[in-house]
């Protein structure tokens, strides 16, 4: 069918026609810079997102957004206007969320000038330090934070005691967390040879279940005393300091990209370190 003829005739017969641009509202929500969709999803199954007042939790509603009035907690969305993708030292003592209920310092507070409404890309406890991506990019978070993608995230841990090769070679084979093994994991000892009373560790994991690298020390009897990301993907700065930020460049966002096109792995839960 000629879509142009077709409209012509119908506006021509003295109706108008509207291209219905609705989409499923986590998608939107994805799309706006919100969140990504899994957390977009989050957000509407709590009740925190309306649309032309209304209060909406089932997953299947459409939106549009250049028609409907949608807000979260209240606040009025909009079209994300610049993308941006920031890369964070998070420091001990902050939590990897936009808010928290209780009022403990979060990563937003450490982006002085950033008037974007950028979210966290997965998470680090709140006593972990080191690399998290912030962006308003939903897509790109998505892909990211989905399990089958299996981007690549590096820690470095100090643990109690000194591991041996049979503590390593369980963690290199993977740990049983919740009836499910880890995926094979890249370990090394970094201080092996030296006199040191306790452990430095050097992990790749290519997953991101709940506390997964603490549990997985603490399963083979070496409790981590301080955890550090250094790296995500192809990214990695040991430049930026705790608590300073920068922007990505260009080359690093298609670094980002292509690592998370890379071939689908085994699924794994999202949660993050």
């Not at 649309?51 to 409907?68: I, R």
């Not at 030296?194 to 603490?218: A, H, P, S, W, Y």
Request: aromatic share 2%; with cysteine.
């Amino acid at each position: 069918m000629n879509v142009a003829r077709y409209a012509s005739g119908v506006q021509s017969a003295g109706f108008s026609l509207r291209v219905d641009m609705q989409q499923r509202l986590q998608k939107v929500l994805s799309q706006a810079g919100i969140a990504s969709r899994r957390s977009a999803e989050k957000l509407i199954a709590e009740g925190r997102v309306s649309v032309n007042g209304t209060t909406v939790t089932e997953m299947g509603t459409k939106a549009d957004l250049g028609t409907d009035e949608i807000r979260v907690d209240g606040r009025r969305i909009k079209a994300a206007e610049r993308t941006r993708y920031i890369l964070l030292n998070k420091p001990s003592g902050v939590v990897s969320t936009r808010s928290d209920p209780q009022r403990r310092r979060t990563v937003i507070d450490l982006l002085r000038g950033v008037r974007e409404y950028v979210y966290p890309v997965g998470r680090l406890d709140y006593d972990t330090e080191g690399l998290l991506l912030l962006t308003n990019d939903g897509d790109l978070a998505a892909k990211l934070t989905h399990p089958r993608h299996g981007v690549d995230r590096t820690y470095e841990a100090k643990v109690a005691g000194m591991p041996d090769d049979d503590a390593l070679a369980r963690l290199r084979k993977g740990i049983p967390l919740d009836g499910r093994r880890t995926l094979p994991a890249d370990v090394a000892l970094v201080n092996r040879g030296r006199r040191d009373r306790d452990g430095i560790l050097k992990l790749t994991i290519r997953e991101g279940r709940n506390r997964q690298v603490r549990r997985m020390c603490e399963a083979v009897g070496h409790p981590v005393r301080e955890l550090r990301r250094t790296r995500i993907g192809p990214i990695q700065d040991r430049r930026l300091k705790p608590g300073d930020w920068r922007e990505l460049r260009d080359d690093e966002v298609i670094a980002l990209r292509k690592s998370a096109a890379r071939r689908p792995r085994a699924e794994a839960s999202p949660r993050g370190e």
